[in-house]
């Protein structure tokens, strides 16, 4: 260890200040602000008056506030959860028998992710739409009796929007799965095999276990995607029918910008980033102990 | 042992997979080539009309301007300090590696409000600069992560030979180190002009002024200024995620080995 230090340590000091700099002029110094801010009952013109705890309050006992984090936990399900169970199931079923096409297939399922949000918000806005594809596939099929204004409907806006999630986010979970469960050795499954386990006892046997390490990541990777959504909801629905969508980050766009109530904004701003470090820590914590067990 | 239906069954899955995975994306390139509501013909011609009727071209000078300045500084950025936390141990080397990983997390959301109320206290709301440096904040997080990540685990064996050579810091990076790190920094260079293609809160709040706009942000308004039909609209989608889409199909392997291990793990 002691190799690796650098005679004259100013050096180092050196090589990170210029990306010390921005990035504390541009992410930690607004930090510091946004805990500031959230003290305040602010407009944004006239002078800030100080209000204390009463902004993080209102996260726990407005209705509003407290609906929108209730959102999120229901985008989460639909981001994190539903992938994560579709996943599993195509993963070990795949990864049974050797099938070809294997690279096509993850580039092709892969792509939602590189999309911009705002493209993936105008399709689906689009096929949500009353006169859209999916309610005609729905009347051809004979379902028209479930066709409706998918995102106009205060029962049906919030699923809508989360099942874009699922669209998107099961790519990324299957191909992450993937890559663990082909890691696995055969003899292992030779194995149960011989022992007479089925497909079910094989897969929480030995897929399941070994893919552990894979499962974190894309909890982790799904469950920050769900709770930062905004762009979707921005176009698609902008919070609505009534608060029906609206998630924290709209909230943060929608109080600051729109409401003139700055102070809260930047104390949901300031929960809402608490609350995916205390998860993404969570998590990563969770994957390590299992995998080290 | 595993029976020749157990394999068309998985055929099955996985084209049936791919098509859920591109039908919605299919529906938007099959209506931006159909026939418009005016019936003029459709076909790529649409593309020229939307590209017109929602001035993308403006948009996406815009877009080009600042993922071209955000990729540049924040890689060169990142590649210096990347290589100080990987190679070097000085005092307070560890609490700045954490201090980076927390820009990796923190969601665009906690830092907006205050940004715009001080950059508009500055006079810099409405410029390129409001646009692009946030950005480049939220980039050389990331950035510092993962060619940190490279500089520590691949080229220790090549830091201490050059440094036995006698070679100074500064030849070891830009000599030995950037070269053998170039699928790295391909990664880091994709990646990063796709998170800025595609980002939308930070320049929907910082910018008014159409001139300033990038392209998701004018699809967004595009979309609600132009409420009859949807084949110009889908047009415009097209367009506004060709760039980033044309470089995933090139680089496949990078998008989704940075995509997947930028999780942060160690």
Redesign the interface.
């Known amino acids: 260890?002691k190799?690796?230090?650098?005679r004259g340590?100013?050096?180092?000091?050196?090589?990170?200040a210029?990306?010390?700099v921005?990035?504390a002029?541009?992410?930690?110094y607004?930090?510091g602000?946004?805990v500031?801010?959230s003290f305040y009952d602010w407009d944004?013109l006239t002078l800030g008056r100080w209000v204390g705890l009463a902004n993080y309050a209102d996260v726990l006992t407005d209705d509003g506030l407290r609906g929108a984090f209730g959102h999120a936990l229901v985008l989460i399900v639909f981001y994190a959860l539903v992938p994560l169970c579709v996943g599993l199931v195509?993963a070990s079923?795949?990864n049974?028998?050797k099938?070809r096409?294997l690279p096509f297939?993850?580039?092709?399922?892969?792509?939602?992710?590189?999309?911009?949000?705002?493209?993936?918000a105008?399709?689906?806005?689009?096929?949500y739409a009353p006169d859209g594809?999916l309610n005609s596939l729905l009347h051809t099929v004979g379902l028209g009796s479930l066709a409706r204004a998918w995102l106009g409907e205060y029962d049906a806006a919030l699923p809508a929007v989360g099942f874009v999630g699922t669209?998107f986010e099961?790519?990324?979970v299957?191909?992450?799965l993937l890559?663990g469960a082909s890691r696995i050795s055969p003899e292992l499954y030779e194995a149960v095999?011989l022992d007479g386990a089925g497909p079910v006892r094989e897969f929480f046997a030995v897929t399941l276990p070994s893919v552990r390490g894979e499962v974190a990541?894309a909890l982790?990777?799904t469950v920050?995607a769900a709770?930062?959504t905004?762009?979707l909801v921005?176009?698609t629905t902008r919070g609505g029918p009534g608060t029906s969508t609206s998630v924290?980050?709209y909230e943060?766009?929608h109080r600051?910008?729109e409401l003139g109530k700055?102070g809260s904004?930047?104390a949901?701003?300031?929960c809402?980033?608490v609350v995916?470090?205390a998860i993404?820590l969570a998590i990563?914590r969770v994957g390590d102990r299992d995998a080290t067990s | 042992m595993i029976s020749r239906a157990e394999r068309s069954a998985n055929y099955a899955i996985l084209a049936l997979f791919a098509v859920f995975a591109l039908a919605p994306i299919g529906t938007v390139l099959v209506t931006a080539l159909g026939p418009d509501d005016a019936s003029n013909g459709g076909g790529i011609a649409n593309f020229a009309r939307a590209f017109g009727a929602g001035h993308f071209g403006t948009y996406l000078r815009m877009s080009l301007l600042v993922s071209v300045f955000v990729v540049t500084v924040s890689a060169v950025l990142s590649i210096l300090s990347g290589f100080a936390l990987g190679t070097m141990r000085f005092r307070g080397s560890t609490v700045l590696f954490y201090v980076f990983l927390l820009g990796i997390m923190m969601p665009s959301e906690a830092i907006v409000v205050p940004l715009y109320f001080d950059l508009r206290a500055l006079g810099l709301t409405d410029t390129f600069w409001a646009v692009a440096l946030p950005q480049v904040a939220q980039s050389v997080a990331f950035g510092t992560f993962w060619m940190r990540a490279f500089f520590r685990t691949s080229s220790r064996t090549l830091v201490e030979a050059a440094r036995l050579d006698g070679a100074a810091p500064r030849t070891i990076l830009w000599r030995v180190l950037v070269p053998v790190a170039r699928p790295a920094v391909t990664t880091l260079v994709v990646l990063t002009f796709m998170w800025t293609w595609n980002e939308f809160l930070i320049p929907l709040v910082m910018v008014t002024a159409e001139g300033l706009r990038t392209a998701p942000l004018g699809l967004a308004f595009f979309q609600g200024q132009h409420t009859q039909g949807f084949t110009l609209l889908a047009a415009g989608a097209v367009i506004v995620a060709t760039p980033v889409v044309a470089l995933y199909l090139f680089l496949q392997r990078q998008f989704i080995a940075g995509m997947l291990g930028g999780a942060v793990r160690e």
Do not use: H, K
């Open positions: 260890m190799a690796r230090t650098t340590s100013g050096l180092g000091y050196l090589y990170v210029p990306a010390l921005v990035y002029a541009f992410l930690l607004p930090l602000r946004s500031q801010l944004g195509l079923i795949l049974r028998a099938v096409g297939f993850r580039t092709v399922v892969f792509l939602p992710q590189v999309v911009a949000a705002v493209v993936i105008v399709a689906w806005r689009r096929i594809p669209w099961t790519g990324l299957t191909v992450l890559a095999r990541v982790t990777l920050i709770l930062r905004f762009d921005y176009v924290p980050s943060v766009y600051a910008f700055v904004a930047a949901v701003g300031v809402l980033t995916i470090f993404s990563t």
